[in-house]
């Protein structure tokens, strides 16, 4: 059997993941705090974010701020920060691929994106000495 949430597999049938910690699809017992029996297994491990933040994703998350903090105007320092930041993005998608239950794609895009533009302008603005739009 596999799990839902992480996708390991898991010998036998257990209650829960030993992995994440999920209910199992199978599963009859209800959670103590809950009386209601829901058909849907509720995961249980979460965060206070409510899941807007990809804490199981740390490529993707580093992508995203590397990304955001290389449009600071400084391209000595921001010009290799947005080539990181693009790179550290495609590892946060494949990162997203084989795991399931790892978030953050938006966050590997906006790495990539904003990451590799940044890249690009500083880079020629450090080559030229001037912007492209100039």
Known sequence: MECWVC???????????????ALTQEST??????PIVTKRPVAAKTDATGGVIP???PPALIG???????????PIVTCPMGIVAFLLGCAGLMYRARNKAARGSLHAL??????????VVWGYWLKTGQLPWQ
């Open 7 to 21: 996708g390991k597999s898991i010998e036998g049938s257990p209650d829960a993941c030993p992995h994440c910690g």
């Open 29 to 34: 017992v209800a959670p103590a705090a809950n």
């Open 55 to 57: 804490y199981r994703n």
């Open 64 to 74: 995203y701020y590397l990304g955001v903090f290389s449009l600071i105007p400084y």
């Open 110 to 119: 906006v790495g990539i994106i904003v990451g590799g533009t940044c890249a």
